[in-house]
């Protein structure tokens, strides 16, 4: 577990994760087979290796990640680390034949993660690529709804995402400040763009177009030492998507927000048939016959409460941590030998969509997204 120290390799990949399934003594296969888990910590800093270690009970960590590579004791390598260092690394997992497990964005151009995606086809490698956001309980929701036909023929699908990031003059900001540089990696469609792609992609369709107009709204930011820095990435971007079948998807993605909606991310979904709202939780309904029937009159007041027509979606299951629950599939894959969607062709699409919403914010044109195929 290279990066595992960092803000998303420790809390949701090391703790929720994988110290989560071996804690538990493993999960279990359909035929009763028990697939467990002994990580590895690597970094570059052992102090903080040794404590991370000594806190969680693990045995094992290094500093040096080509004799972890090196060793046929460490089945996967999985990779958490900044955006920048990604692509060497996976770059040597791929030549020491091991199985991968990456964040997103696979590496820093579409170029780049098209040639990854090659060399571990034509090396054999097994990959899999986080796409945490299928896994949240709102889209689960969401695609039981569309697999049960509750939409009908989908129109068009809203999205809102974002939060207000403090500058860190007067309070501390909540995310890193090379996220805001581009010269770092930073950009909230780099970081956001490969999110949409697979949400879109996985539950209602293809992208083929995308229009984006991007801004850099807060140019002065201070960073985790309290220093001033000038705000070189967006941090918002607002885009206009066209999905295979037709329908139309628009996407708000800021860290220059204030939230007034149930959650950080909503997508609002309508259909000949129903509308619904959902979350990262929750989800909200609407059935065709169940849709109330608005007069525009400006001159009187509107007396329909229309959260009130609006129906909560149950549970009806318990939902896994997310990141948990897809770790686990792709073990389950890795152990059985079966196929797994997704790879780093899939990590390949994401960035083809980030690099197509930065050169239509560059350009102001419509881009159209080519389909990339390995030789």
């Known amino acids: 577990m290279n990066g595992a120290s960092g803000r998303m390799g420790y809390r949701q990949h090391l703790v929720r994760s994988i110290l989560a399934i071996r804690d538990e003594g493993g999960f ?6 028990k697939v467990t888990v002994r990580p590895l910590l690597v970094g570059r800093s052992e102090a903080k290796l040794a404590e991370l270690a000594q806190r969680h009970g693990i045995e094992d960590y290094t500093t040096d990640l080509d004799a972890a590579l090196a060793d046929p004791k460490w089945e996967i390598y999985a990779d958490f680390l900044v955006t920048k260092a990604r692509a060497t690394a996976l770059r040597k997992a791929i030549a020491a034949g091991k199985t991968i497990y990456t964040e997103k964005p696979t590496a820093e151009s579409l170029e780049e993660a098209i040639e990854l995606a090659q060399l571990a086809k034509d090396a054999g490698v097994k990959a899999g690529v986080v796409h945490d956001k299928l896994y949240l309980p709102g889209l689960q929701k969401a695609k039981r709804l569309i697999d049960s036909g509750f939409f ?11 939060y207000w990031v403090f500058e860190g003059d007067w309070q501390p900001a909540q995310r890193p400040s090379w996220n805001y ?5 930073g950009g909230i469609i780099v970081d956001m763009y490969p999110h949409w792609n697979y949400v879109l992609e996985n539950l209602f369709g293809k992208v083929n177009t995308v229009y984006t107009q991007a801004s850099i709204h807060i140019p002065n930011r201070w960073d985790e030492n309290g220093e001033h820095y000038d705000t070189t990435a967006e941090d918002a971007a607002y885009g206009v998507f066209e999905l295979e079948g037709g329908a139309i998807a628009q996407i708000n993605s800021s860290w220059t927000t204030r939230v007034n909606r149930d959650e950080l991310v909503e997508f609002h979904i309508d259909g000949t048939l129903g509308s619904a709202v959902v979350g990262l939780f929750g989800a909200r309904i609407q059935p065709r016959n169940a849709t109330p029937k608005p007069v525009w009159n400006p001159d009187l007041e509107d007396t329909i409460d229309y959260d009130a027509t609006w129906q909560q979606v149950p549970n009806n299951e318990v939902f896994l941590n997310g990141f948990r629950q897809q770790w686990q599939e792709f073990l389950e894959s890795y152990v059985t030998g079966t196929d797994y969607p997704f790879d780093l062709l899939a990590g390949a699409r994401g960035m083809q969509l980030a690099q197509a919403g930065l050169e239509s914010n560059t350009t102001g044109a419509k881009v159209t997204l080519d389909e990339i195929v390995l030789k």
Request: hydrophobic share 30%.
């Open 28 to 33: 279990e296969l359909a035929d009763g087979t």
């Open 152 to 162: 009908g023929e989908i129109l068009s699908v809203r999205g809102e995402f974002g």
């Open 181 to 185: 540089r581009v010269e770092d990696g």
